[in-house]
């Protein structure tokens, strides 16, 4: 039975709760992503941060659905986009919520269009999916997309590959690709990353634009601070499968509380004219293999570490309205102050 689902204001756009995303290594399956709950409102952007490894990637990999077939798997909770549950649909159902609904951009864009079709080619794929167009209103539209998307001579660019393009111009491609069905969710992977800094830049604020002209919302992944602080609304800090704290941006600057967004902070290089991309925290995030399976997965690293953060798993608690910590040093009913 085909049910519509009205959302009213208070309705976020997606809802994960409890998701859990794993990975078979030499036949056991090992969760990259481990109870996993977060929520995106309507035109929210929401940016995902944390080291190499922690499982930010897999994560949006899970929203879209788009894990390595028979390697990568959900193996538990819920993904619900406008009330409907994606972890549910099958691979057609999904296809058509893929590039419609929800769309996603990846950190190095040369690696995501293909080299031996043209831009315009590439646009009107993405279209021709999810509408009904003639050729020629598809190609109308490509150069006006190329044109919202601030690439001066459209008309031309069209027939144009993307080794004729730089490396800013070839992501505002993919941004025209992931916006060409005007999508309610993008999901950014790294999208600046590969881009010098003022590109990076302009990148950044023409996701704005385009978030705000069309009521988009965005989970944008990220290593670098400086980018959450400039463009999102909330953020969510991940740790080894985690989220460890989440919150809106000032009381990430202005009042942390997990030591590992602590370090994630102090890691900011302090010199002018540096970026703001992590630098590194001693020791490493521990491999899918390696995982503790009790208590805290940053003891080892955790400069404010107890014994019982070794065998006590901290649940993800309120702190304050909208500002949640995974940490006994945060848990009401763990009897401690003086160290927090
Ligand atoms: N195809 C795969 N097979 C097995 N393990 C994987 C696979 N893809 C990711 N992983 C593991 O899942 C964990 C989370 O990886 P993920 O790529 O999500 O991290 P990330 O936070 O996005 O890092 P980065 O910033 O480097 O992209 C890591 O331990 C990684 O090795």
Redesign the pocket.
């Known amino acids: 039975m085909n049910q519509t689902i009205i959302l009213d204001k208070e309705t976020p756009l997606l809802e994960v709760n409890n998701l859990k995303t794993g990975?078979k290594?030499d036949k056991e399956f090992?969760n990259?992503?481990n109870g996993v709950s977060f929520s995106v409102k309507k035109r929210q952007i929401v940016g995902v941060v944390?080291?190499?490894?922690?499982?930010?990637?897999?994560?949006s990999?899970s929203i879209m659905k788009l894990l390595?077939k028979g390697?990568?798997q959900i193996t538990g909770g819920e993904i619900k986009f406008e009330g409907k549950n994606l972890a549910k649909l099958s691979d057609k159902e999904m296809n058509k919520v893929r590039g419609k609904e929800i769309s996603m951009i990846f950190q190095e864009p040369m690696t995501s269009l293909n080299p031996v079709f043209t831009i315009g080619f590439q646009i009107e794929e993405a279209m021709f999916n999810h509408m009904k167009l003639s050729k020629a209103e598809a190609r109308k539209k490509s150069i006006a997309l190329l044109k919202s998307v601030g690439i001066s001579r459209p008309d031309k660019i069209v027939e144009e590959y993307p080794h004729q393009l730089s490396g800013g111009m070839r992501q505002r491609v993919m941004i025209a690709i992931a916006i060409a069905c005007q999508p309610k969710l993008l999901i950014a992977?790294?999208p600046t990353t590969a881009l010098d800094v003022t590109v990076q830049a302009q990148i950044l604020e023409l996701l704005k634009d385009i978030q705000e002209k069309n009521e988009m919302s965005i989970i944008l992944?990220t290593?670098d601070l400086g980018v959450v602080a400039e463009t999102c609304d909330e953020v969510i800090v991940?740790y080894a499968?985690n989220i460890v704290e989440r919150t809106n941006v000032e009381a990430l600057f202005y009042d942390p509380k997990h030591p590992y967004t602590n370090l994630l902070l102090g890691s900011i290089p302090k010199l002018e004219g540096e970026t703001d991309r992590l630098a590194s925290i001693k020791g490493i995030?521990p491999?899918?293999k390696n995982m503790p399976a009790f208590g805290c997965r940053f003891t080892d690293r955790c400069p404010k570490a107890m014994e019982d953060c070794k065998h006590i798993t901290p649940q993800l608690a309120r702190v304050s309205d909208g500002h949640e910590v995974s940490c006994l040093l945060y848990e009401e009913s763990y009897p401690i102050e003086s160290v927090r």
């Open positions: 990975f290594i090992h990259a992503v944390g080291e190499s490894g922690c499982g930010k990637s897999v994560m990999l390595p390697i990568g992977d790294e992944i290593h991940m499968g995030v491999s899918l």
